[in-house]
């Protein structure tokens, strides 16, 4: 059974890099039946999609956001990563990591999320 | 790209059947039959309850059903139960090739 876990700091500053870490276990990364994505949360708002990516490190950014996002995949380590740069506060949200089936149009699972908040 | 719009609020007593709109327009909703519907527990990551408008996923209750007029969705809860009660979001695949969700529909049992 896949399983996806967000890891990074909670806090960042204004201006700063927000970087994020999934490690996914039980399911190899590698597989060329998905794409690997984030979606994020404002507390107490909706959901906003940021992207995704593939094993072979394609790309495919939420364009309100490319300017900005940046992902990797790390195969060997079964993680992907999300870097945000110059955060202000409304960057400040759940980010959500999540898998997407290759065609396909929906996203699951999801991990259990992780709140980063943006602030000096 | 706009949120596609819900109901702020749907509520019910059990037993009851309810029905979460989510409308959006021709470049998403419409133009595809791409939606899918989340349900998310507070503190808790989104579950997928339908995807493709209508299609539950293994797991998923048989009284969770999803439809599709022009570009609004339907998200209907039939024989509600106190667990039903949650925030619900769909989501669409659009015509710029991104995703878009719901701005959210919190579903309170009376």
């Known amino acids: 059974q896949v399983q996806l876990q967000e890891s990074g700091p909670g806090l960042v500053k204004p201006s700063d890099t927000l970087s994020l870490t999934c490690v996914v276990s039980g399911y190899s990364i590698s597989s060329s039946s998905n794409w690997w994505g984030w979606i994020r949360q404002p507390p107490g708002k909706g959901l906003e999609w940021i992207g995704y990516?593939?094993?072979?490190?394609?790309?495919h950014y939420n364009p309100s956001l490319k300017s900005r996002v940046t992902m990797s995949i790390d195969t060997s380590k079964n993680h992907f990563s999300l870097k945000l740069t110059s955060v202000t506060a409304v960057d400040t949200a759940v980010y959500y990591c999540?898998?997407?089936?290759?065609?396909?149009?929906?996203?699951?699972?999801w991990g259990q999320g992780t709140l980063v908040t943006v602030s000096s | 790209q706009s949120a596609l719009t819900q109901p702020a609020s749907v509520s019910g007593s059990p037993g009851q059947s309810i029905t979460i709109s989510c409308t959006g327009t021709?470049?998403?909703?419409?133009?595809?039959?791409?939606v899918s519907w989340y349900q998310q527990h507070p503190g808790k990551a989104p579950k997928l309850m339908i995807y493709?408008?209508?299609n539950r996923p293994s797991g998923v209750s048989h009284r969770f059903s999803g439809s599709k007029s022009g570009n609004t969705a339907s998200l209907t809860i039939s024989g509600l139960q106190a667990e039903d009660e949650s925030d619900y979001y769909c989501s669409s695949y659009t015509s710029s090739d991104s995703y878009v969700f719901g701005t959210g529909t919190k579903v309170t049992v009376l």
């Open positions: 021709t470049s998403d909703v419409g133009a595809y039959n791409y």
């Open positions: 493709e408008v209508s």
């Open positions: 999540a898998k997407k089936l290759t065609s396909k149009t929906w996203f699951d699972p």
């Open positions: 990516i593939y094993f072979d490190g394609s790309t």
